[in-house]
């Protein structure tokens, strides 16, 4: 009795240990927004106290009005949009069929398949952004949004994450399906695709945070500034408004609210289709 005392009375303390640890990483993760946030805030004479103030006296709000109307935020904002939406799309779209067919179907090589795919993961944009700029160069999608969607359009996370959530429904529903006479298409968007909601809203959100983010891409193929996405006009603005910090921190913000807000929308989706992936 006493040692089962002494083992709750432990677990207690050890929860209590881990919510703490987790707390305050938590808190080291959020001091950079905030600050941020309380920087977008304040007149440029305060940003540049020191020491550093958090709170801001007086809250200046129209921070955010002037910094949309300096620059062309509302373009970029629609740049990005458009350019992040068109991504998930054809990743949900295109992610899903080879997910599908290198989990359901056989077919010869389809391993070596698998294995190239998931070697790409280890290659970084980078070591290949060259040959990519070469080829839309070559294609004529240099300042287009075309050469902006492209090379975004299917991923190596996506076909491995689909994979992986496709190997985990039974295969006796899809058996039961052709038995009825279901074509094989139809087994796909019917029955195998909706019982793996939660992967594909979690790779709905990894592709519009990594698209919406995405700083590389843009700087390759947009040259002109109607073709600016978010990340790249904000740098961009930096350089012009590099001494106005509080203009700089509200166009941060700006850019941050959208994917913060769906993130908070679709967290318990995004955890729950990455643990039943394996990914975790």
């Known amino acids: 009795m006493v040692g089962s005392q002494s083992e709750k009375m432990w677990n207690r303390v050890s ?30 004479g305060q940003a540049l106290v020191y020491p550093p103030q958090w709170i801001p006296h007086p809250v200046l709000w ?37 997910g599908y067919a290198l989990a359901r179907i056989s077919f010869r090589g389809r391993s070596l398949v698998f294995f190239g795919i998931i070697s790409m993961l280890m290659i970084p944009f980078q070591s290949i952004m060259l040959p990519v700029y070469i080829i839309l160069r070559t294609l004529g999608l240099i300042n287009s949004y075309a050469g902006l969607i492209l090379p975004q359009l ?29 074509s094989r298409w139809r087994i796909f968007w019917q029955i195998s695709l909706p019982m793996v909601v939660p992967t594909v809203l979690t790779l709905a959100l990894m592709m519009f945070m990594g698209s919406w983010n995405n700083f590389l891409l843009p700087l390759l193929v947009a040259n002109n500034q109607s073709f600016w996405t978010l990340p790249l006009g904000v740098v961009m603005f930096q350089q012009q408004y590099y001494t106005n910090w509080p203009y700089l921190m509200a166009a941060a913000v700006m850019a941050t609210v ?23």
Request: no cysteine.
């Open 15 to 44: 929860r209590g240990i881990y919510l703490l640890i987790l707390t305050a990483g938590a808190l080291v993760m959020l001091v950079p927004f905030l600050w941020t946030l309380s920087t977008s805030l304040k007149s440029l």
């Open 62 to 98: 129209q921070n955010f009005v002037k910094t949309w109307n300096i620059v062309p935020m509302g373009h970029w904002f629609l740049n990005s949009t458009m350019v992040s939406v068109s991504v998930v799309v054809g990743n949900v779209v295109l992610d899903s069929m080879a």
């Open 154 to 182: 299917v991923s190596a996370m996506g076909v491995f994450l689909m994979r992986q959530a496709f190997l985990n429904v039974p295969g006796e529903v899809e058996e039961s399906a052709i038995i009825d006479g279901a």
């Open 258 to 280: 959208p994917v913060t807000i769906l993130f908070l929308v679709l967290q318990k989706w995004f955890i729950q289709g990455i643990s039943t992936t394996g990914l975790k």
